[in-house]
């Protein structure tokens, strides 16, 4: 079956679809890539969207955003399938906030997640039957509804004789430790913290909004790492937490951004930092996790930047460093393909969360179908 996921991540950098050839066998899932297609966010839509994401909006700008980033989605999708026609499309949709961890709210304890982008809009566009919300369940079984990719991550690289860690640098980034002939139960994954999320957000601010991100890492080469504001950055509670966790904005965002401006530290130290407390985060993440890996596979945009990669290498000596693409696996279109597997896997009627990995109290089956008709 050939099958679309579409991704739009917290970076907010666009739309990304791929097609997937996948087909399922009673002893394992076979994975193809066809295709991968990215569509940047006009830049009103993108500034719409972190306007709203993590804050306190109106209604109204959420509803017009969730059908506009519906044509988004739809017309991206069919930009991408000029090939190759699918039969089933996976729409992450564009989450605008999460706390998985639940929280008192009206003397309940409550857990919540929002991602936007309408999926009947998608299905009438592209007359395509479109899985979407696939957080939702997982969420609602206990769960924090994230990290659902760990599962995909598990198909892929699994591997008999060698523990490796599949690290995907988003926004924020993410690992997935499955040590060598690892079982479901045996998957350990958890967001690590930021990935490329506060390093854009200086850059944006330094560069006037010249450059949204920092091309290979050569301003965070270029600066020096303030020592006392890496270490109080390091001592964020998040990072003494025990999994299963995650995170996103509404710990990392413009609140945490703006407090690192207000320091007065100059700007080029200030990228240099916040790219050390990426790398430096991840690697605890690593550690924590556990196992013996020897290998880390590294996707997302982060592995565009070389010298956030020399680092990761640095802290980690013990492992070799290399990208999904020595796998088959185009590091940009990772997550695209991992939610078309999700929604291959809502059509079998297959469990796909991890509860090790999400905390929820069960395996279910994730998303929500919207015909084509």
């Not at 969730?66 to 991206?76: I, T, V, W």
């Not at 600066?223 to 025990?242: E, N, T, W």
């Not at 690697?283 to 990669?309: D, T, W």
């Amino acid at each position: 079956m050939i099958v679309a996921g579409v991704m739009s991540g917290t970076s907010l950098d666009g739309i990304d679809v791929a097609l997937v050839d996948i087909r399922h066998t009673k002893t394992r899932h076979h994975i193809k890539p066809l295709a991968f297609y990215s569509e940047p966010y006009p830049k009103a839509v993108r500034e719409a969207l972190l306007a709203v994401s993590n804050a306190m909006t109106h209604t109204a700008t959420i509803a017009r955003l969730h059908f506009l980033l519906g044509e988004l989605y739809a017309e991206a999708v069919l930009k991408a399938s000029k090939r190759h026609r699918p039969a089933l499309i996976g729409l992450h949709g564009q989450t605008i906030f999460h706390e998985g961890t639940p929280v008192e709210y009206l003397n309940h304890r409550v857990a919540s997640t929002l991602q936007i982008g309408d999926a009947a809009v998608v299905a009438e566009r592209t007359g395509v039957q479109t899985i979407s919300n696939f957080r939702e369940r997982d969420i609602a079984s206990g769960g924090q509804g994230a990290p659902l990719v760990p599962y995909v991550d598990a198909l892929l690289f699994r591997d008999r004789r060698t523990g490796r860690v599949a690290l995907n640098i988003g926004g924020i980034a993410n690992i997935t430790a499955i040590p060598r002939a690892a079982a479901a139960e045996d998957i350990v994954a958890f967001d690590t913290g930021p990935g490329n999320m506060v390093i854009d957000a200086l850059v944006r601010h330094h560069t006037a909004g010249k450059q949204q991100y920092d091309r290979g890492g050569a301003l965070a080469r270029r600066g020096k790492i303030h020592a006392r504001l890496l270490a109080a950055m390091l001592r964020d509670p998040y990072f003494a937490m025990s999994p299963p966790k995650s995170t996103g904005r509404e710990r990392f965002g413009q609140e945490f951004v703006g407090g690192l401006i207000a320091t007065g530290v100059a700007m080029g130290d200030l990228i240099a930092t916040a790219t050390e407390f990426t790398a430096r985060s991840i690697a605890l993440g690593v550690a924590q996790a556990g196992g013996q890996p020897r290998e880390l596979i590294v996707s997302g945009g982060g592995v565009h930047n070389k010298y956030l990669l020399r680092r990761l290498a640095e802290l980690l000596p013990d492992l070799r460093v290399c990208s999904s693409a020595d796998f088959g696996i185009d590091p940009d279109a990772k997550e695209a393909i991992a939610f078309a597997v999700l929604a291959y896997e809502f059509a079998g009627g297959r469990a796909a969360n991890l509860p090790s990995v999400t905390g929820a109290r069960r395996r279910v089956v994730l998303g929500r179908a919207t015909p084509a008709r």
